[in-house]
């Protein structure tokens, strides 16, 4: 079963933020929070993760709160090709497999 | 460029045949992952390698058989034994660095249809 909790879609206008929450709130001390997304009828791309302090990379920042029990992920400026479903995962680092939820499908409006 | 690719990306088979679905990576990655993923849902586990010549079942490997003879293929057969192959198949591989699994790379996918 997931460990996280996400809403079921989301919509953002272009060119603005897109904030996408993610409740962990059982998450062990040894486990990361890992987000991908899978736009429609494609294989799941990595986006980032993180362990306690917010990351950021070219495509998203991620800001874990302080008791790690829950997480955004953050696309700066959304476009249209960021329309896709969003996973938010909690797992040990090189864990076997990544148990996938439901995630958020998050619709970009022009 | 370097990736994993899935062939064919849209399979039709008769109810009752076996047939195999293909997984190439040219990534150098030892550990190779295979999802099944239905309308509307997220993905599960079917079955996964660390190493060639080895292979562990994972959340629904009933009706389904793998193979990795070499590091860069992982072969899918599912077999007429699956109650409901009907779905999206995906591959997936990771590499390692220091000593951990880095995150999962995911072919683009193959969508067997069984009638």
């Known amino acids: 079963d997931a460990k996280t909790t996400q809403p079921p879609s989301m919509d953002c206008a272009e060119g603005r933020a897109a904030n996408l929450p993610c409740n962990h709130s059982?998450?062990?001390?040894?486990?990361?929070v890992y987000w991908y997304r899978q736009i429609h009828s494609q294989g799941p791309q990595y986006i980032i993760h993180g362990l306690k302090n917010n990351e950021t990379n070219e495509m998203a920042s991620l800001i874990i709160t302080e008791d790690r029990k829950s997480s955004t992920l953050i696309l700066p400026h959304a476009t249209l090709r960021d329309t896709a479903v969003y996973y938010c995962i909690v797992e040990i680092q090189g864990a076997q497999k990544l148990v996938f939820g439901q995630g958020t499908r998050l619709t970009i409006n022009p | 460029d370097g990736g994993i690719t899935q062939s064919p990306k849209y399979l039709f088979r008769k109810e009752g045949q076996n047939v195999t679905l293909s997984c190439e990576q040219n990534?150098?990655?030892?550990?190779m992952y295979w999802y099944r993923q239905d309308p509307g849902q997220g993905l599960r586990l079917i079955y996964y390698?660390?190493?060639?010549?080895?292979?562990q079942k994972g959340d629904i490997a009933e009706g389904y058989s793998v193979s990795r003879e070499k590091k860069e293929s992982f072969p899918l057969t599912v077999t007429s034994a699956q109650k409901n192959p009907t779905a999206f198949y995906l591959c997936?591989?990771?590499?390692?660095?220091?000593?951990?699994?880095?995150?999962?790379?995911f072919g683009p996918g193959t969508r067997l249809t069984v009638l």
């Open positions: 990534l150098n990655h030892d550990a």
């Open positions: 390698s660390q190493i060639v010549n080895d292979f």
């Open positions: 997936a591989s990771r590499g390692t660095s220091g000593g951990y699994y880095n995150e999962q790379f």
């Open positions: 059982t998450i062990s001390g040894n486990e990361y």
